[in-house]
């Protein structure tokens, strides 16, 4: 199993980013896909998740109203879309997959599969 972020780079204050996840290895229709992320000197937090088989989706409080999860035309990409960015966003995001749908809410270091990280800058 191999996940594979991308899109990430530096953009400013209120600017928008796209990041994808792409999977090979596994469906992604069985599992929940979440995004984290993890800024400089703190713990990685659960940002977003999807579970893809009903579509049910979860974003954390700081990100609700900016992020968009969701799937693309093929089943094994799922993409952040971060509209508003701020600079208290700036982190390293990682994606990850869990076949266990209480993941969607209950996001944590416990998903099976990681990819290993996109950074995101975002400048005042």
């Known amino acids: 199993v191999k996940l594979v972020e991308s899109g990430g780079g530096l953009v400013q204050s209120g600017g928008s980013l796209r990041l994808s996840c792409t999977a090979s290895?596994?469906?992604?229709?069985?599992?929940?896909i979440g995004w984290f992320r993890q800024a400089p000197g703190k713990g990685r937090e659960g940002v977003s998740s999807?579970?893809?088989?009903?579509?049910?989706?979860y974003y954390e409080d700081s990100v609700k109203g900016r992020f968009t999860i969701f799937h693309g035309d093929t089943k094994n990409t799922v993409y952040l879309q971060m509209d508003n960015l701020k600079p208290e966003d700036t982190a390293v995001y990682f994606c990850?997959?869990?076949?266990?749908?209480?993941?969607?809410?209950?996001?944590?270091?416990?998903?099976?599969?990681w990819g290993q990280g996109t950074q995101v800058t975002v400048s005042s």
């Open positions: 290895g596994l469906i992604f229709d069985d599992y929940v």
């Open positions: 990850a997959a869990d076949e266990r749908p209480h993941t969607l809410t209950e996001m944590g270091e416990w998903y099976d599969h």
């Open positions: 999807i579970f893809s088989e009903d579509g049910s989706t």
